[in-house]
């Protein structure tokens, strides 16, 4: 009996170590590229801090009880309180942590903005980061080719596969409010320039047939 109580606390504690090692991945620790810029958090405990962007920003929050939602201020130096250089921002990671959603204000209006990010990947490639496009910030990371992505303009995102040289990628576009063909999503394929920093893009809507619709067209910002 004892020997079979000393068995399950052993199973009971592997358990939870392995649980919070699930849980901690999907915090928002670490490197993110954001429509801000690089940005760099750290949580301990509920307590979170950050950097962001070019410019000295930084900001100080809270993590809710499951580490799922941020909520704090954020600052731009020379900043001395809420204004045009200094405010507060909501934040949501996705379920699989590799992302997140939010919105960020000044202190002293409702001028409210946009605020997505993708997890920075430890593997650098020809298309991973942020991109300025026709279509808003796009971020992109990649995985075993695999690449996926979020842009400003409504709320939208891609899937595709990276060629083999590294200097295509095709796949999928959906955006709000359906996410669905053929208004809302469509075929694309990202040609990269000789310098790595410009790309090129056909979009059809719907299923890829005919001649590619509206440009699309992006250059690589390495901090915004």
Known sequence: MKRNKIILLCVMFLYFINSGALAQENTFNGDWYTNFGLMSITVQGSYTEGTFGTNGGSFTGIASENGKNLHGNWFVEPSIGPGFTAGKFIMKISDDGKSFTGKTWHGRNADEQKLIGRRS?????????????????????????QVTGIYENNDGKIEGTMSQDGNTVEGNWSQAPSYKAP?????????????????????????????????????????I
Do not use: H, R
């Not at 300025?132 to 995985?143: A, N, S």
């Not at 299923?207 to 699309?216: L, M, Q, R, S, V």
């Open 183 to 223: 208004k809302d999503a469509g075929k694309f394929v990202f040609s990269i320039s000789d310098d790595y920093i410009k790309f090129k893009c056909d979009q059809w809507s719907g299923e890829k047939e005919g001649d590619p619709e509206d440009n699309w067209t992006g250059k690589k910002l390495d901090n």
């Open 121 to 145: 990947p430890e593997t650098s490639d020809n298309f991973s980061g942020m991109w300025k496009t026709d279509w808003g910030i796009l971020i992109m990371t990649v995985e075993n080719n």
